[in-house]
């Protein structure tokens, strides 16, 4: 496990979507550091994954919407790591409420997390991605395209759709530094964000399918391989664009 080993940051990594990245990123080679507000569930998912794939992955604990705690993180990955080669943004929530009665104290938490967290977390590791000339992978979603339904979260929507501007915006600025901006855009996956939203009712989830052209919710493995082409070399003339992984969703639209 040598120094110069290629370390990636996962941000959300606990579980879901950016455990599947920070998974598939440890089988390509990078060591990981993997960031969550959930302490406990960041330290088993870093222990589990670097157990399955000899890398060092370690569990770092922050709260991507407190920028004191992004600065520290960023500061304690550099020390331990000594270099940062990736950053995935995939920390994220969703509220389940109708406009006229969402609160301010949730619409305030979604976008801090979901957006700022964001823009944050590239602030605070831009310097170390410039050195290495790395590669940011932003987390945006298909309800940033079109109105989702049945579920109803206004705050979500507006958030990743603040993701992708952000990734625009950072790519070209980053472009002649060597650092490529992008983002994935997932359809309906199989994660604790979509059991918020109502994954939990079989009516919900074949309205779901009913509108997905591949009729299946995303495996987190198949977001994961999207995350790992676009954090890698193997996407080295791509900058400033969202994929879209969702199975046909908004084709369909």
Known sequence: ??????????????????????????????????????????????????????????????????????????????????????????????????????TDETLERVIKVNLLGTITACREFGPALIESKGSVVNFSSIAAFAGVRPEVHVGYDSSKAGVIAATRTLAVEWAPHGVRVNAVAPGYSATPILDGVGASDPQIIETWLSQVPQRRLMPPEDIAKVVAFLATEDSSAITGQTIVADGGYLAAK
């Open 1 to 102: 496990m040598g120094g110069n080993e290629r370390v990636a940051v996962v941000t959300g990594a606990a579980q879901g979507l950016g455990a599947a990245a920070a998974e598939e990123l440890a089988s390509r080679g990078f060591r990981i550091a993997i960031a969550d507000v959930n302490e406990l569930g960041g330290r088993e998912t870093a222990a589990a994954i670097g157990d399955r794939h000899g890398r060092d992955t370690r569990a770092f604990h922050v709260d991507v919407a407190d920028p004191a705690g992004l600065r520290l993180l960023s500061e304690r990955v550099l020390a331990e790591f000594g270099r940062v080669d990736a950053l995935v943004n995939a920390a994220g929530i969703a509220e389940q409420a109708a406009s006229l009665s969402v």
